[in-house]
């Protein structure tokens, strides 16, 4: 009798957990690939979000340049102190319109992009130094162009430059 039961028992068991293991299997694959599917989902979606924050990361850099900046404020009676002033507030306002970029750019790429922008404030303020306040903005342009011009390069180039090596390295 328990013969019989085994002879019955003993091969429902092995179906039993072989189907348990294959089925198990399968699911496992199946949820794999479900994940898969997710992921690529969400980089047809996230990549064009991040290629348009670096491009706009780019032309914030381009902006906050002291040449740009210099060329758009100038005025032919302002005075260094009014053309310091505003190219701070630029630079500043600038960077606070792109803040919410650095959630789609690498750690070390918001970080070069800070350091960029507290470098050209530095540079600015640099060249301010023994200038009367009250002199036309031309001089301080004059200082803040050699003082480019000496430097290699401008401290928003070395980021532009830090950012399109990420890109390249990304995609």
């Not at 028992?9 to 179906?15: D, G, Q, R």
């Not at 299997?25 to 990549?47: A, G, M």
């Not at 100038?74 to 306002?93: A, D, F, G, W, Y």
Request: glycine fraction near 0%; charge should be positive; include cysteine.
């Amino acid at each position: 009798m328990l013969a019989e039961i085994l002879k019955i028992t003993i091969p429902s068991l092995v179906v039993f957990f072989t189907a348990y293991f294959v089925l198990k299997t399968v699911l496992k694959k199946d949820n794999e690939n479900r994940r898969l599917q997710i992921v690529l989902q969400n980089q047809k979606i996230i990549t064009p979000l991040r290629l348009q924050a670096y491009e706009r990361i780019i032309l914030f850099l381009e902006r906050i340049s002291p040449n740009s900046v210099i060329m758009r404020l100038q005025t032919p009676n302002m005075t260094v102190q009014q053309l310091h002033k505003e190219m701070l507030i630029t630079i500043r306002s600038e960077f606070e319109h792109n803040l919410s970029q650095q959630l789609y750019l690498s750690i070390e790429s918001w970080e070069q992009i800070r350091n960029a922008k507290e470098k050209t404030i530095k540079l600015l303020n640099m060249c301010l130094e023994g200038i009367d306040q009250n002199e036309n903005a031309i001089k301080y342009s004059q200082i803040v162009f050699e003082k480019l011009i000496e430097i290699e390069k401008s401290p928003t180039q070395e980021a532009i430059d830090f950012i399109k090596k990420e890109i390249k390295q990304l995609y």
